[in-house]
């Protein structure tokens, strides 16, 4: 095992079993996280599209708000219908500024009165901060530091992970409910950032490492890297904060439009209040100026995030805000910010690569079909 991480990085439950796996160990927002295994970033991708991979993403933030004042309050900070989430049911959902830029993307569950959200890594100072300043002291909010986070994806997951729990079976996307697995008090997402059906899964820190063993023991499940999961979501054309999205770009701009509910649209029950509406309503309306899009670049090479985008007559017109190469895809893949007016998929551009024009194509997103599970 090879390690590249700080001896200040915070270690995850799982640190002393992704030594024993051979992971490479890299500093990632603040944590010792491998970035690959023995099996190799291609092979753990297409393992993980195949079977089943298992991700230790407890570097993640979690956090819960009690009690039946939560979702309303919540709503000021959020474009999403909080009100009328079910129980058991979970939304993305984006912090948004005054500018109507994005602060972070998280995810939120309901469980009876509760909220309960998660939130990026490198993100989660800053976002207990501002709910706690959004929400005021007559929300409980708490931090569950005592908690881990593992998700299991791929088309195998399913049909592995109801062999410790058969309710998860017939659980559909986006449902969330409480698992007694391996003995442990569990909460399950059917949810994840590969594009492949799957589960994220909530349990205490003293239960990790023997959940995540347990699941390692079944024959479809590989532990699978950061580089493996960035190139898995990247296919799958979902947003990595602070580069696709960040608090200068719009949910309209960053062409996550879809997040922002009806009931808090011009016309809907609840239209506005939440910060930067007027900004966002209006790109709705009106059409924002730039998008998000995803890019095919010509040949093998791959085109890395911050390369400039320009137009055939060489004028600058967006940028890269990620890219590499798509192993399920067979070559190179990225995804940036363009004029809205060159947004259209097929239009030709160029990317400057080491100085030099490098063809690329406006293509539509996803670049693999994503394999949720519908019922």
């Known amino acids: 095992m090879t390690s590249e991480a700080d001896e200040s990085a915070k270690r995850t439950p799982l640190y002393d079993l992704h030594v024993e796996r051979g992971g490479k160990m890299v500093p990632f927002a603040g944590h010792a996280l491998p970035v690959q295994y023995p099996l190799g970033i291609v092979k753990e991708h297409l393992h993980c599209r195949r079977a089943a991979g298992l991700f230790d993403v407890s570097h993640m933030g979690q956090v819960r708000l009690s009690g039946a004042g939560a979702a309303a309050a919540l709503e000021t900070l959020v474009p999403v219908d909080l009100l009328g989430l079910a129980d ?95 003995g442990a008090d569990c909460l399950v997402a059917r949810s994840g950032y590969t594009g492949e059906d799957g589960y994220e899964i909530s349990v205490p820190e003293a239960a990790a490492e ?29 947003c990595l904060y602070g580069q696709d999205i960040d608090s200068e770009t719009t949910p309209v701009e960053g062409s996550i439009a879809w997040s922002i509910s009806k009931a808090r649209r011009d016309g809907g029950a609840r239209a506005g209040g939440f910060p930067g509406a007027e900004t966002i309503l209006r790109q709705l309306a009106e059409g924002p100026e730039r998008r998000r899009v995803g890019l095919r670049p010509e040949g093998r090479a791959p085109v890395r995030e911050g390369a400039v985008l320009q137009d055939e007559a060489g004028k600058a017109v967006g940028k890269v805000t990620s890219g590499g190469f798509g192993p399920s895809v067979g070559g190179p893949v990225a995804m940036g910010s363009v004029a809205s007016g060159l947004a259209a998929p097929g239009t030709k551009l160029n990317a400057v690569v080491r100085g ?11 670049f693999i079909e994503q394999r949720y599970y519908r019922g």
């Open 210 to 238: 023997a959940l995540a063993r347990a699941l390692l023991e079944q024959a479809e499940v590989e532990p699978i890297g950061l580089g493996a999961r960035d190139s898995l979501r990247l296919e799958a054309g979902l």
């Open 88 to 182: 058991g049911r979970q939304r993305y959902a984006c912090f948004t500024n005054d500018a109507g830029g994005i602060l972070d993307d998280l995810m939120v569950s309901r469980l009876g009165e509760d909220l309960l959200l998660v939130v990026n890594a490198a993100c989660k100072e800053q976002d207990i901060a501002h709910l706690k300043a959004g929400l005021g002291p007559s929300i409980p909010l708490e931090v569950l530091g005592d908690r881990a986070l593992l998700a299991l994806q791929g088309p195998a997951a399913a049909e592995v992970l109801a062999r410790f729990a058969p309710q998860v079976a017939t659980q559909p996307f986006m449902a969330v409910q409480r698992l007694t697995i391996e």
């Open 356 to 366: 030099k024009p490098l063809p690329v194509e406006v293509a539509r997103l996803p």
